[in-house]
Nanobody, 115 residues
Framework: VQLVESGGGLVQPGGSLRLSCAAS????????MRWFRQAPGKERELVAG????????NYADSMKGRFTISRDNAKNTVYLQMNSLKPEDTAVYYC?????????WGKGTLVTVSS
């Protein structure tokens, strides 16, 4: 299993970013996918999840209305569109899949929201 995140960077408050996670090594279309994040000095937290078919999503309360998770099963890729970014969104964002009770993680992509 390999998960490779991309799309992070420095953005001003109120700005937008789109993260991508390219997956390989497993049947992508058969598994739910999730995005997590970890801010400096804080625990890793769930950002959003999407079912294998992409027909249902869930979000942490602080992200609802600002973030959108989506997936393209033909491209084995899951996305996280982030709008109205705030300084408190600064974190390393990780892609996650859970298979047979084991969590797999990418190396993460850093998002910094600052003026």
């Amino acid at each position: 299993v390999q998960l490779v995140e991309s799309g992070g960077g420095l953005v001003q408050p109120g700005g937008s970013l789109r993260l991508s996670c390219a997956a390989s090594g497993f049947t992508f279309s058969s598994y739910a996918m999730r995005w997590f994040r970890q801010a400096p000095g804080k625990e890793r937290e769930l950002v959003a999840g999407i079912t294998s078919a992409g027909n249902s999503t869930n979000y942490a309360d602080s992200m609802k209305g600002r973030f959108t998770i989506s997936r393209d099963n033909a491209k084995n890729t899951v996305y996280l569109q982030m709008n109205s970014l705030k300084p408190e969104d600064t974190a390393v964002y990780y892609c996650n899949v859970r298979r047979y009770g084991i969590n797999y993680w990418g190396k993460g992509t850093l998002v910094t929201v600052s003026s």
